[in-house]
């Protein structure tokens, strides 16, 4: 039997995804439902002086409209913030119910739920509920939000400050800075995004009265987390009365791992109303009703000796978290940047600090990288202005600098097993044609152009959390269920993880079946999240595989009247050495009749980290009259460990990438900085990239194994939204490197370019 795994099998998805078969939340028919629509606050930070719902409650087809009485009438509690940072002093969670209390602060805070026939009556209805606020002072700067005087978001958040966060040895990196030859520093921006996947929140809530259970449809990511935060927090009834379940799912990115108003209002309208309730947010609601990601302000400063060698990284934060602390989102400025911090580098002392603001803004929670992106970007930013300022070229100061010994254990306390980071970067200067780049300069200043060129490293430290469950089993129908606790949402487990079965069982790949994302078959998981599937479930799995074969083998020695030390097992068959053999499959249908299945579930209780890392090159140009830049080539030159499916992996790190270089160049959730509104709420504003604005991504695997599972993969997932960013912005600052600008805010923006060009123009010469 040919070996599947490191084979570039086309997603035994796509055949129904093609043919339109997918079955998304959108298309579940469910007799006798109702649907739900959200009145929401206009403005960033009110008072509620009284919500009038009498007009709306008339209108045709209204089943109900609720607010935060009828919560508190059902008991009904908060939305956790379910994060555990290791902060300095108490972390500031104020209580977040679903429908605003008292105060709204920020734009599209959920004030009342309308239940209707028709989503379009709800609708017509959620515009009717009059509402009157008394306007108060709104702030959306995290830096803002910390200054004396900015108003008050919480009041038990005094001067604005959720939490306070340190990581290092300060007094070590201040000395190792004070006795450095050269020290750099940069004030950086990582802009606020949003994840946009193709495929909106969407859900369906339902209640069995005669049970008093809850059933919660969703486009989700991580089902077991989101129902324990329902039943434990919020309904507080044991997490067996409510069950998740996610069809397939159009994109995730990260916020779909959280739990959000909407859930707990489909449920709780459900429940009084005694028919199934369903929501899907509109685009423009998604700006405002989801949670967005990054938006850091910080300072930051690297030292190095008169060698060129770092000696120590400063990182001193500003993150804000928006109006609420969202289920994970103090972790994506604390825990996660704290793994990553330097990057691929032997830096002997490292320190961060981040203060948590409240703003009238959005909420903050995990985008695509969350953290590591953040981490990386602080240190290439500053490795090439080192470079820029030493006279050295920007690869010759990684090649120095990178992680050569293995395993290191970095200033920040990871221990990173393996790489080759030095090998990756030749490479990636080799693929890139690096050497050819002054050639294609002067070609692009021959016409006006100024060409640049950027270099970027990252190190991921990719798990999630720690520990996976899976389980392995044989059904009647001759098809093999591989049931995990992880959860594709477009990356194509459905395939890879029976490539990896069919490996190991010596089937074929179509003789399984992926069950994921339903609480009711999939007995616990942590879902999706830091590039973790492979890794975390892929053990799993490979743990339940061998308990099968453990539990087949006995029964297979029956059958074949041989001993068990004697069989062997290959192509999906136990064998004797003169040539009798029996199949898994027989064997599992022997096990069925006899009541004794070989199924089997474990949970893994591996909790080691992976260190995916990559060098990456792009080449832009830049029309200096319009400030116009074209991204022109881009090259990536990854480790991503063992591929289980390399085109698969490919095709993943091309997403990532596409949102690095977006966020890079043209995305960036803006915000009004008196009223607080936020200006990017639609497609017309929000700038994503299309097709024109990206080149081929060129992306080359080198396969470097990681022992710390047994399949020696690494996450593939986040980096491409890890190294994307400073690699293009490296490239962006090289091409204005001769008119005088070394420093630049994402996104690159036309605007924001030929506003640079202008400024440092007028520098050099000013008017006289």
């Not at 340190?166 to 995004?193: F, I, M, P, W, Y």
């Not at 309904?235 to 159009?250: H, K, M, N, S, W």
């Not at 599972?709 to 980096?719: D, E, H, I, W």
């Amino acid at each position: 039997m040919t070996a599947e795994r490191g084979t570039s099998r086309r997603r035994l998805e796509d055949d129904r995804f093609l043919r339109g078969a997918g079955n998304y939340v959108d298309d579940i028919a469910v007799p006798g439902a109702l649907h739900g629509y959200m009145a929401r606050s206009p403005h960033a930070h009110a008072r509620i002086v009284s919500v009038d719902t009498g007009a709306a409650a008339v209108m045709p087809g209204v089943h109900a409209i609720y607010t935060v009485e009828d919560l508190k009438a059902d008991g009904l509690g908060p939305l956790p913030c379910v994060a555990k940072v290791a902060t300095v002093g108490p972390m500031i969670v104020p209580p977040r119910p679903a429908l605003a209390d008292g105060v709204v602060r920020h734009v599209g805070d959920p004030v009342a739920f309308v239940v209707a026939d028709n989503a379009h009556l709800a609708r017509d209805a959620a515009e009717a509920v009059w509402v009157e606020y008394h306007m108060l002072d709104p702030v959306a700067d995290g830096t803002a939000a910390l200054a004396d005087g900015a108003p008050l978001i919480w009041p038990e958040a005094a001067g604005n400050l959720a939490f306070h966060f340190r990581k290092g040895d300060e007094q070590a990196v201040e000395a190792a800075l004070a006795g450095a030859a050269t020290v750099v520093a940069l004030d950086l921006v990582n802009n606020r995004v949003a994840a946009v996947p193709m495929e909106t929140r969407t859900a369906i809530g339902r209640h069995d009265a005669d049970t008093d259970a809850f059933l919660l449809q969703l486009s989700g990511q991580a089902v077991h987390g989101i129902r324990s935060q329902l039943a434990e927090h919020v309904f507080r009834v044991p997490p067996e009365r409510i069950q998740l379940v996610a069809p397939d799912v159009g994109g995730g990115f990260g916020p779909k791992n959280f739990l959000f108003p909407e859930y707990v209002l489909l449920l709780f309208a459900a429940r009084r109303l005694g028919r199934p309730v369903r929501w899907a947010s509109e685009r423009m609601e998604d700006f405002f009703a989801t949670v967005h990601g990054r938006d850091n302000r910080t300072h930051a400063r690297l030292g190095l000796d008169a060698e060129g060698r770092f000696v120590a990284l400063h990182a001193r934060t500003v993150a804000n978290m928006g109006a609420y602390l969202s289920g994970g989102g103090p972790g994506s400025s604390t825990n996660a940047p704290g793994t990553a911090m330097g990057g691929m580098y032997a830096i002997p002392s490292i320190f961060m600090e981040t203060r948590g603001a409240f703003t009238n803004t959005v909420p903050i929670d995990a985008y695509r990288g969350a953290g590591k992106p953040e981490a990386n970007y602080i240190i290439e930013r500053l490795v090439d202005l080192a470079a820029h300022r030493l006279g050295i070229e920007p690869a010759e100061l990684r090649r120095r600098n990178v992680i050569r010994a293995f395993p290191h254990k970095t200033a920040m306390g990871m221990t990173v097993d393996g790489g080759a980071f030095g090998e990756g970067i030749d490479h990636a200067l080799k693929v890139a044609d690096v050497a050819g780049f002054p050639a294609r300069r002067v070609e692009s200043q021959a016409r006006g152009m100024l060409r640049g060129l950027g270099i970027g490293c990252f190190l991921e430290t990719s798990r999630g959390q720690p520990g996976e469950w899976a389980a392995v089993r044989f059904g009647p129908d001759g098809i093999v269920d591989l049931a995990v606790g992880t959860q594709s949402n477009g990356q194509g487990h459905e395939t890879s993880f029976p490539q990896i079965a069919a490996d190991l069982l010596g089937l074929p790949v179509e003789a399984f079946r992926l069950v994921q994302a339903d609480t009711r078959v999939v007995a616990r998981g942590h879902g999706h999240g830091g590039a973790r599937s492979l890794h975390m479930g892929g053990e799993a799995l490979v743990r339940a595989i061998d308990a099968v074969l453990a539990k087949a083998k006995p029964l297979a020695a029956q059958l074949l009247q041989g001993a068990e030390r004697d069989l062997t097992f290959a192509d999906g068959r136990f064998g004797t050495a003169d040539g009798r053999g029996v199949g898994l499959l027989d064997v599992a249908a022997a096990a069925r009749d006899a009541y004794a299945p070989i199924d089997a579930e474990v949970d893994s209780d591996l909790d080691l980290v992976t260190f995916p890392n990559g060098c990456q090159v792009a080449e832009v140009e830049i029309d200096p009259e319009t400030g116009l830049v074209r991204l022109i080539r881009y090259t990536a030159v990854d480790d991503y460990g063992r591929l289980i499916n390399p085109m698969l992996t490919i095709g993943q790190v091309q997403g990532g990438l596409a949102q690095g270089i977006g966020q890079a160049l043209l995305e960036e959730v803006a915000f009004d900085q008196e009223t607080a509104q936020i200006l990017t709420a639609s497609l017309m504003d929000y700038g994503l990239p299309r097709a024109e604005d990206l080149p081929a991504l060129d992306v080359i695997c080198l396969e470097v194994p990681t022992a710390s599972n047994r399949l020696g993969v690494k996450g593939s997932g986040q980096a491409g939204c890890i190294g994307a960013p400073q690699t293009v912005m490296n490239a962006v600052l090289d091409a204005l490197a001769p008119v005088g600008i070394e420093a630049l805010d994402m996104p690159a923006t036309p605007a924001r370019i030929w506003q640079a060009i202008r400024e440092a123009q007028t520098a050099i010469s000013p008017r006289r």
